[in-house]
């Protein structure tokens, strides 16, 4: 069974920084693109910023310069450096990735339970 767990959410002030975090756990042979997503109240969830299995990255054109994804291979770990944060910047924040199980299955698509960013005075 696989597990993606954010952690590192909270309430943090306009120009303040937060690092979430996304741990896989469980069966994995491979983890491949990995990506963060976030919805804010009333909105539709929106990709904030993707990182491949060969480190390449990708961001909304809003957050670009100011977050940072990246990955640490050997704790099956992406993080997402966020600096700078702006009041729009706050919604529940949740990462996806596509992780093959088992040399011999295929690869599926796994969701983690979000972790809130709230960014307020």
């Known amino acids: 069974q696989v597990q993606l767990v954010e952690s590192g959410g909270g309430l943090v002030q306009p120009g303040g920084s937060l690092r979430l975090s996304c741990a896989a756990s469980?069966?994995?042979?491979?983890?491949?693109?990995i990506e963060w997503y976030r919805q804010a109240p009333g909105k539709e969830r929106e990709l904030v910023a993707g990182?491949?299995?060969?480190?390449?990255?990708n961001y909304v054109d809003s957050v670009k310069g100011r977050f940072t994804i990246s990955r640490d291979y050997a704790k099956n770990t992406v993080y997402l450096q966020m600096n700078s944060l702006k009041p729009e910047d706050t919604a529940v924040y949740y990462c996806?990735?596509?992780?093959?199980?088992?040399?011999?299955?295929?690869?599926?698509?796994?969701w983690g339970q979000g972790t809130q960013v709230t960014v307020s005075s």
């Open positions: 469980g069966s994995i042979f491979g983890i491949y693109d």
């Open positions: 996806k990735a596509n992780i093959r199980p088992t040399a011999w299955g295929r690869t599926l698509l796994y």
């Open positions: 990182i491949t299995s060969e480190a390449g990255t």
